[in-house]
């Protein structure tokens, strides 16, 4: 079962932070983060593991609960280049059979 | 550095006609995967490949086969198209398996099924 993401959209004026989560209904051993741009392909923002976090990008970190079962990124002071669609992606089988989630589309104006 | 190339990048096929889109990637990488985006889908995993010679199912196969006779291409194949198919596939790569290596995609291929 795809992990579900929210918010499923959001509009931000530059410098504004924004937090979305991921959660999954199965065990998370690890949490990857994406961004697309429209017509584009996905282009990846950071890995979380199992009993650690990692920031990769920019202003962007995230968070991994793994008790929760959820994930959350946060973008700080957002910029125009930020905007497109967010997704995680999970493989909670340990089989390579990797999930990704419905997507957040996020939206920066001047 | 080419990283992950698609070909074709469109195309249109009618009703029952078969096709192989080809993915390579020069990254040396061991993993290779197909993904197909639909709207408000989010990507599901079609098929992927551990290795030279190896196959596996992922979320979404029927319709499709795969072949990796050699590490840098993964080939996806559909054998009789259905409207159904119509979608955008991705393809990917990444280093090792999915937990600590970042997957890399492809540019996409737009394929529509009239």
């Known amino acids: 079962q795809q992990p579900v993401q929210s918010p499923q959209a959001v509009i931000l004026r530059e410098g504004e932070d924004a937090v979305i989560n991921c959660s999954s209904s199965k065990a998370l051993y690890s949490v990857h983060w994406y961004r697309q741009k429209h017509g584009e392909a996905p282009v990846f923002l950071m890995i979380?593991?199992?009993?650690?976090e990692q920031k990769g990008h920019e202003k962007i970190s995230a968070s991994f609960n793994e008790k929760k079962q959820q994930s959350s990124l946060y973008l700080t002071a957002s910029q125009l280049s930020y905007s497109g669609t967010y997704f995680c992606?999970?493989?909670?089988?340990?089989?390579?059979?990797?999930?990704f989630g419905t997507g957040t589309r996020l939206k920066v104006l001047a | 550095n080419a990283g992950v190339t698609q070909t074709p990048k469109f195309r249109v096929l009618k009703t029952g006609q078969s096709m192989t889109l080809l993915c390579a990637q020069d990254m040396n990488h061991e993993y290779m995967y197909w993904y197909r985006q639909d709207p408000g889908m989010g990507l599901r995993l079609i098929h992927y490949s551990v290795g030279e010679g190896t196959t596996a199912k992922g979320e979404v196969p029927d319709g499709y086969n795969v072949s990796r006779l050699k590490k840098q291409n993964f080939l996806l194949g559909l054998e009789s198209a259905a409207p159904s198919q119509t979608s955008v596939y991705f393809c990917?790569?990444?280093?090792?398996?999915?937990?600590?290596?970042?997957?890399?995609f492809g540019d996409g291929t737009r394929l529509s099924i009239l």
């Open positions: 990917a790569s990444s280093g090792t398996g999915f937990s600590n290596q970042p997957q890399h």
């Open positions: 992606g999970t493989d909670p089988s340990g089989t390579y059979k990797y999930i």
């Open positions: 979380l593991l199992k009993g650690g």
